[in-house]
């Protein structure tokens, strides 16, 4: 039986494949403490509770990247059988058709890391878009002291090519009396 570590959080085995978090189908068997065999021969025979948004197979590069990026898939590098992936949905009813206790219990604490990762995606988009509106504000101001600067600088600036003096004006020419 492969032992999934109940100390090793569930949110750092959820992958982002396909535009869908989703966990792998040796994590979720290690999770409700079934064997991989075991899980896949249980979805296997109960395919129909899994559309393709509840479950899809990796492609060979998909699973060749996944074993790239995860230490704890390097198992998989040399299996011939492609994994299956179960997105939050599909975890939720692998854990009803293994129909174990443990299967049930463990499968609280996969929703809630999906439910997690969610808040913190809505986070870090509400983080993003505060971000983008104070760059914009920076950009207008640099835009207006820019324009300021300029102003000041044509203003500081002496003219090319004097203008009449305005006001009392003495001709050194001219002899005092």
């Known amino acids: 039986m492969s032992e999934f570590p109940v100390r090793v959080d569930v949110q750092q085995r959820i992958l982002l494949l396909r535009g869908e978090r989703v966990l792998?189908?040796?994590d979720l068997a290690g999770l409700y403490g079934v064997t991989t065999k075991r899980f896949n021969e249980q979805v296997k025979r109960n395919l129909e509770r899994f559309p393709v948004d509840f479950m899809f197979q990796l492609t060979v590069e998909e699973k060749a990247e996944v074993v790239?990026?995860?230490?704890?898939?390097?198992?998989?590098?040399?299996?011939?059988?492609?994994?299956r992936v179960f997105t939050e949905h599909g975890a939720i009813m692998?854990?009803?058709?293994?129909?174990?206790?443990?299967?049930?219990?463990?499968?609280?604490f996969v929703v809630r890391a999906f439910v997690r990762l969610r808040q913190m995606l809505v986070e870090h988009s509400k983080l993003a878009a505060r971000l983008d509106e104070l760059e914009a504000r920076v950009a207008s101001h640099d835009n207006s002291l820019s324009t300021l600067v300029a102003t000041i600088r044509q203003m500081a600036t002496p003219p090319a090519n004097p203008s009449r003096q305005i006001g009392f004006v003495v001709d050194p020419k001219e002899k005092k009396q």
Do not use: G, Q, T, Y
């Not at 790239?68 to 994994?83: G, V």
């Open 24 to 26: 792998i189908d040796s």
């Open 68 to 83: 790239a990026k995860c230490d704890h898939l390097a198992r998989l590098k040399f299996s011939p059988h492609l994994p």
């Open 94 to 108: 692998a854990a009803s058709v293994l129909n174990s206790p443990r299967a049930v219990e463990m499968s609280v």
